[in-house]
């Protein structure tokens, strides 16, 4: 048994990365600034997309595109289940209605032709999801998107430097990128919040700074006036200097963190394929590159005879941290009682709920850590 415990995540941070923060701290101006512009900047080259608007979290993102789009009661939303909460979280707040739509029971994909069936005269967008780093079928969605006249935004989390038919995600379209500290680069907490429409751009950075179509930076070096008007009640979402210092360190090595990643991803599916037990997640063959954001395994818990929580208790008792991405957002407490959603509904979208696991995968692990994991595994299942 390993004598140290493996995380399931840990952020990669250079002592670059921790000097640049420190000039920051002593330049005098820490909070929106000439580094979150070149942050933006540089984010965009890398995406190749239009525009890039940095914020304090992709959840905020999420926020500010459904105040932008107007929408509210009577509209409804088609979201996977399988996703982090806040996305449905956000749609409930705004007084709109979440419309759950099943996945590939093996990509964790929204599945084009459920998204078809569940469009109404009252759907207003359509979210997939880029799970674990891989691509959400681009091409269907887009489609249906044209045909049906509903918008798409993609939520990219888990999909910086992930490719679709060999276009970067977020190069077109609108997306929106996180900065959690488990994501692939980090800003500490932040997102970025792209898009191709220059008029929801303009919405989009208003909004993030109280309604005023400047922000402290614009006023205090681009020579605009102080006296800025609310051109709409907004939030306080802008992303600090102190955080873009960091984010241009990171997206400077965000290939290298992702090929890093692919490797042991690589060599965790050589490694598992050994593992009876253990299904590990298949790669849509439009993914022409994958960001390895997770690594995610379903658990054959007829086959082990033991649930997913003991596994992943049998691993932390073996010093090996998982993380678990997700448990289905349809199942939780509000929404089962407020919604009379209930187990059988999304029957994929159940099933990987019940079974799924994410194994530890960071840049700076190494081949032995990932045998470790699955010498462990291997110790659980004879049991
Ligand atoms: C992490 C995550 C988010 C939210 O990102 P924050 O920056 O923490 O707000 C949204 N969607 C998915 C799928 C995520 O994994």
Redesign the pocket.
């Known amino acids: 048994m390993r004598s140290t415990f493996l995380p399931f995540s840990r952020p990669s941070i250079s002592e670059a990365d921790i000097a640049a923060v420190a000039e920051v701290l002593r330049s005098g101006w820490i909070t929106t600034g000439p580094k979150t512009a070149a942050f933006e900047d540089a984010f965009k080259d890398y995406v190749g997309c239009a525009r890039a608007i940095a914020l304090s979290?992709?959840?905020?993102?999420?926020h500010l595109v459904l105040k932008a789009m107007g929408i509210g009661p009577g509209d409804e939303v088609i979201t996977p289940a399988m996703?982090?909460v806040?996305?449905v979280n956000l749609i409930v707040l705004a007084g709109a209605v979440p419309v759950f739509v099943d996945i590939h029971r093996d990509t964790l994909m929204l599945l084009p032709d459920a998204v078809e069936n569940a469009l109404s005269p009252r759907t207003r967008l359509i979210i997939p999801?880029h799970?674990a780093g891989a691509s959400a079928d681009m091409t269907e969605l887009g489609r249906i998107s044209q045909q049906s006249g509903v918008p798409l935004v993609e939520?990219a989390?888990?999909a910086l430097g992930t490719r679709h038919k060999g276009g970067h995600v977020g190069r077109e379209g609108t997306a929106?990128f996180?900065?959690?500290p488990?994501?692939n680069i980090t800003t500490g907490?932040?997102?970025m919040f792209t898009t191709d429409a220059p008029d929801m751009a303009e919405h989009i950075n208003r909004l993030k700074f109280h309604g005023l179509g400047v922000d402290a930076y614009d006023r205090e070096t681009r020579g605009r006036v102080p006296q800025a008007e609310v051109w709409e009640p907004g939030y306080k979402y802008n992303m600090t200097d102190i955080a873009a210092a960091l984010g241009l360190g990171q997206l400077a090595r965000v290939d290298e963190f992702n090929r890093k990643r692919e490797a042991l991803a690589m060599r965790y599916r050589e490694r598992l394929s050994e593992v009876d037990e253990i299904y590990p997640l298949s790669i849509p063959s439009d993914t022409t590159q994958h960001a390895w954001?997770l690594f995610v395994v379903r658990l054959d818990t007829d086959r082990a005879g033991l649930g997913r929580d003991e596994f992943m208790a049998g691993l932390k008792e073996r010093n090996i941290g998982t993380g678990l991405?997700?448990r289905a957002v349809h199942l939780q407490k509000y929404y089962r009682e407020s919604m009379g959603m209930k187990p059988g509904m999304l029957p994929n979208t159940d099933w990987n709920s019940d079974r799924i696991c994410s194994l530890p995968l960071f840049p700076d692990m190494n081949f032995a850590d990932v045998d470790d994991v699955v010498e462990a595994i291997k110790d659980i299942l004879s049991r």
């Open positions: 979290s992709a959840t905020a993102g999420m996703t982090w806040s996305t999801v799970f939520d989390a888990h929106i996180s900065f959690h488990i994501k907490e932040g997102g954001h991405h997700f």
